[in-house]
């Protein structure tokens, strides 16, 4: 990694740790805009890169950024980004997904025959869509034949919320989605309590500070994926709680608690 240049936007705050600042990458969405804008109210140090290169002597505690710049940044940084392991929805039981979900390597998938929706599990590697069936998926010449993958049967969701869950509980959340197109709207009771249920039940296989996205499937709540909360758009979940959550799952390595060290990003390590 090439280091050197200059810092494309720096706001100081009361605090001189760096564990008290927060790294940002050069382009923000409006939700990463909105977080940025709570950690300076709450007194944080908040530095925006122009590009992935690290300058020299750049000190952070945190980051809210994409998958790419967080495994640019965060090993030299000593900043340890949590994520939810790359079969955990695979493996959840079949009542709190509603589908057939399997996680396999991509040249697997290369044989499929129907129609089915496949994504990378904590990254972009593989766009997020439905494809038509295994032979529309990237080839080798774009990405490696063991890179795992999320396959599941398509389903339409009534309904879609993001839960931003910390510490064992449902911390903020909001309604993003209805009929497959974006609608948002408060987090309801029945949502919240779909997302209790979730962690009552395996919220040991998470790390304390993640968000995953829940909807309404044929009459039923389902579980649709897990995203790192230091890489998830808010949309309209309370800024300040989902800034715990982002300031949790992405801080300082050496005060990451024992249970959550299993849930490093392996890019990170």
Not at 147 to 168: C, N, P
Not at 198 to 227: F, K, M, Q, Y
Request: glycine share 8%.
């Amino acid at each position: 990694m090439r280091h050197g240049g200059d810092v494309h936007d720096i706001h100081g705050a009361a605090h001189d740790s760096p564990t008290a600042s927060l790294l940002l990458p050069p382009r923000l969405t409006a939700s990463a805009t909105e977080l940025r804008d709570t950690a300076r109210r709450r007194g944080l140090r908040t530095v925006q890169l122009p590009t992935f290169d690290l300058p020299d002597g750049l000190r952070a505690g945190h980051l809210h950024a994409g998958p790419s710049f967080a495994d640019a940044v965060a090993g030299p940084l000593g900043i340890a980004p949590l994520q939810a392991p790359a079969r955990w929805l695979a493996d959840l039981p079949r009542d709190l997904v509603r589908r057939e979900i399997r996680a396999l390597p991509v040249r697997e998938a290369y044989g499929l025959r129907r129609p089915v929706f496949v994504k990378s599990p904590n990254d972009k590697s593989i766009r997020a869509m439905v494809y038509a069936d295994g032979s529309r998926l990237p080839g080798a010449d774009a990405v490696d034949p063991d890179t795992l993958v999320l396959v599941s049967d398509v389903a339409s969701f009534a309904a879609e919320y993001r839960l931003y869950l910390l510490d064992g509980e449902v911390h903020t959340g909001s309604r993003y989605a209805e009929d497959g197109r974006l609608s948002l709207g408060p987090l309801t009771p029945d949502a919240a309590a779909f997302g209790a249920e979730l962690l009552t039940r395996c919220g040991a296989g998470l790390p304390s500070a993640i968000v995953v996205d829940v909807g309404r499937l044929d009459g039923h709540w389902a579980v649709i994926e897990a995203n790192a909360a230091w890489a998830s758009g808010r949309y309209t979940s309370d800024p300040e709680r989902a800034l715990d959550t982002v300031l949790r799952a992405a801080g300082p390595v050496a005060q990451v608690a024992a249970r959550d060290r299993p849930f490093i990003r392996a890019a990170a390590r």
